[in-house]
């Protein structure tokens, strides 16, 4: 579903600075939920520049030195005057407004973001990082999913976990963090977020904004699934389950919104099966269902030089390759049918005319100016030494379709190229997706489609099977709104790399 932002808007502080603390009247709403943790706190105190518009507990916090090029973005400046004490000092209960403590954990190329609702108090801790409290089962819960251990992340013999090795953990799998809070009130001396009042809400979509390759958002509580489904207007998904949100400014971009369980141990659910769930984050797909023009390869320039060669023969007025984006992607009967004046295009015997002459020139023409997407040859031969399978769903005539496959891409082995067949029903119908499901021996939910249009995102649907839509191929953002976007093969392969 498409999702609209709420009205509220970062501030600037200093040059190019954007916050990521939202106005205060922001629609933030309160959790009814008891017994739970409030959620993890942030970066810890050695690192960067703190973002602009965070603050420490009583004001901004002084700007510290960068060290080394390659250093996380977002992390907090050491500790000193004016920020909230180590894991030994007490936190503010009684109704003392406090500012959050920390800098967001925003690791460069960072693809998914956990948000929680606010630290617990420092004495809480047990190290300066998100998910401080021992007794919060989150690091066990990634332990469990990437290691096969509860134990990974905690230090042998110590009630601690090991920041170090969390860090560089978060960093090469591109997982930042934050909260949804930048200042709150304590109603009572505890760590549940039913006594946590939000005074200032979290900039969110300021915070994604500065992590532009990020495609899924998770919350792990009541309170931070509120704030996030109110800034964004949308319905507040189940546990468990996700809605996907639009973030506009700059290229359409579709974030999908996860709401996991609490890792409070306060909730009701077994670790075991906690991690079950956060597992679902972190499962790649195994079949992916390419469109081929637009999204693998672009063939604009020498289709739209065919149908125009057909009607030159028939002194008929030709198009530009801008007209003919809006027509291709509907298989190329219908696209020589769009090109024709309106008088022509009942005319079934004109269309098979001016259709042989079509196929007669694209065919001896068809790679002229026909190029892969740069990248995506690299990119397929990764996904395909991870064994991940592939195959190509087209509208575009078969033989055309196998033909630039095995030019272009010779050394994919897809398990099914299929393009536009007699007797086989064109996308959006759901066929195409069934067979090759049958043929790939993969269950729906482990696919996913890749298009450029809003045919393959309604393909995907029919079919019961996840998408991902392409910014570089013949359809507008406008046109491909409410979808999940990438803009670029990078983009592309960070999705789809995990």
């Not at 309160?30 to 943790?37: I, L, P, S, Y």
């Not at 079919?463 to 046109?479: F, K, M, N």
Request: hydrophobic share 35%.
């Amino acid at each position: 579903m498409k999702a609209h932002l709420s009205s509220i808007s970062p501030k600037r502080k200093g040059k190019d600075a954007e916050s990521v603390a939202a106005q205060p009247q922001g629609n933030a709403p309160k959790a009814e939920q008891k017994g739970k943790d409030a959620a993890s706190g942030a970066a810890g105190p050695q690192g960067n520049a703190p973002v602009d518009g965070m603050h420490g507990p009583h004001g901004t916090a002084p700007k510290a030195k960068r060290k080394g090029k390659g250093a996380e973005s977002g992390a907090a400046e050491p500790l000193g005057k004016g920020r909230t004490p180590g894991p030994q000092g007490k936190g503010t209960p009684g109704g003392t407004p406090e500012r959050h403590p920390f800098e967001p954990f925003l690791p460069e190329g960072a693809r998914m973001l956990f948000l929680g609702s606010f630290p617990p108090q420092p004495h809480r801790w047990c190290m300066p990082f998100y998910y401080p409290n021992w007794i919060n089962d989150f690091w066990r819960i990634l332990g469990i999913i990437h290691f096969g251990d509860k134990d990974h992340f905690c230090i042998p013999g110590q009630k601690r976990f090991d920041e170090a090795a969390i860090r560089q953990f978060c960093t090469a799998r591109g997982l930042a963090f934050y909260d949804t809070a930048c200042e709150v009130k304590r109603l009572k001396d505890n760590a549940s977020d039913a006594f946590l009042e939000v005074i200032t809400p979290t900039d969110i979509p300021a915070l994604l904004r500065r992590i532009p390759l990020c495609h899924t958002l998770v919350t792990t509580g009541q309170k931070a699934t509120e704030i996030v489904a109110a800034t964004f207007n949308c319905a507040v998904p189940k546990p468990g389950g996700w809605t996907d949100i639009a973030l506009p400014g700059g290229p359409e971009r579709s974030i999908r919104f996860w709401r996991m369980p609490s890792t409070s141990r306060a909730y009701p659910l077994p670790l075991q099966k906690k991690a079950d769930e956060y597992r679902r984050l972190f499962k790649p797909k195994k079949l992916i269902l390419w469109d081929l023009d637009g999204t693998l390869i672009d063939t604009l320039e020498d289709l739209g030089a065919a149908v125009n060669h057909a009607l030159e023969l028939r002194g008929l007025p030709l198009h530009s390759m801008q007209e003919y984006r809006k027509m291709v992607g509907h298989g190329v009967r219908n696209l020589v049918t769009q090109a024709l004046p309106s008088a022509l295009q009942a005319n079934d015997a004109f269309i098979d005319s001016a259709l042989k002459d079509f196929k007669s020139f694209y065919q001896s023409h068809i790679d002229v100016h026909t190029q892969p997407y740069k990248g995506m040859g690299e990119l397929l031969a990764e996904l395909q030494a991870k064994g991940v399978k592939m195959a190509v769903a087209s509208n575009k005539f078969q033989e055309g379709t196998e033909h630039l496959i095995k030019e272009f891409f010779p050394d994919i082995q897809f398990v099914a190229i299929l393009g536009n067949r007699p007797g086989y029903p064109l996308k959006p119908e759901p066929e195409i997706v069934q067979e090759v499901l049958e043929k790939a021996g993969i269950g729906p939910e482990d696919a996913i489609m890749v298009g450029d249009s809003p045919t393959d995102m309604r393909t995907a649907a029919n079919g019961g099977i996840d998408a991902l839509a392409v910014g570089w191929g013949y359809r507008t953002a406008v046109e491909l709104a409410g979808n999940r976007i990438v803009h670029t093969v990078e983009q592309l392969h960070g999705f789809l790399s995990e």
